[in-house]
């Protein structure tokens, strides 16, 4: 199974603050890398999708970038309802695979 | 408006079976695959299994934590979604969501991704 770890696991960030978060696949995954964004009591929803393309309706101010090993998923200016878990997903290997998540809470 | 409604959890004893229905809407069912999602209470995302569309044969995959207990099937007809969850242990336990396995091809190969989600349901293993 590809492994797939995100850091940091949580994050304090104030509104307007710039934030990144990583995630790193235990082997090459190319540009198969997805990105979901999940609010308490509520389902996951697609973010990002082949490491940078913007799923349809997502704010401008999320982006993704990264190939190979190494994925980046920034927010540019975060707003309240920002506030959330984010998981990454390689979709390289038809068995895919979450990352652990990471906490984005209020500062 | 694509929808995705999940029924059928509930409370159940270790070793005992049951079967989730995902009833969709919105979209041509029979062209696109589905997946199982589950989340352990304060955990993370754990992908169960999914079902390919007819056209790419009906097959299935699982994960291995669930492999030989849990069965995926799909009625077109109904364009629903099912998952037959047998000998269960209370780390089977989790909030289980249905997802449409959206996707595409381009020179690189096969892009797919979980574009849209039910809102789940629970549920609970335990005596």
């Not at chain 1, 980046?72 to 990352?99: M, N, R, V, W």
């Not at chain 2, 270790?14 to 041509?28: E, I, K, N």
């Not at chain 2, 997946?35 to 754990?46: C, F, N």
């Amino acid at each position: 199974d590809i492994q797939m770890t995100q850091s940091p696991s949580s994050l304090s960030a104030s509104v307007g603050d710039r934030v990144t978060i990583t995630c790193r696949a235990s082997q090459s995954i190319s540009s198969y890398l997805n990105w979901y964004q999940q609010k308490p009591g509520k389902a996951p929803k697609l973010l990002i999708y082949a490491a940078s393309s913007l799923q349809s309706g997502v704010p401008s101010r999320f982006s993704g970038s990264g190939s190979g090993t190494d994925f980046t998923l920034t927010i540019s200016s975060l707003q309240p309802e920002d506030f959330a878990t984010y998981y990454c997903q390689q979709s390289y290997s038809t068995l895919p695979t979450f990352g652990q998540g990471t906490k984005l809470e209020i500062k | 408006e694509v929808q995705l409604v999940e029924s059928g959890g509930g409370l159940v004893q270790p070793g005992r079976s049951l079967r989730l229905s995902c009833t969709a809407s919105g979209f041509t069912f029979g062209d696109y695959a589905m997946s199982w999602v589950r989340q352990a209470p304060g955990k993370g995302l754990e992908w169960v299994g999914f079902i390919r569309s007819k056209a790419y044969g009906g097959t299935t995959e699982y994960a291995a934590s669930v492999k030989g207990r849990f069965t995926i099937s799909r009625d077109d007809s109904k364009s629903i979604a099912y998952l037959q969850m047998n000998s269960l242990k209370t780390e089977d336990t989790a909030v289980y969501y249905c997802t449409r396995r959206g996707g595409y091809y381009d020179s690189s190969g096969y892009f797919y991704y979980f574009d849209y989600w039910g809102q789940g349901t629970l549920v609970t293993v335990s005596s």
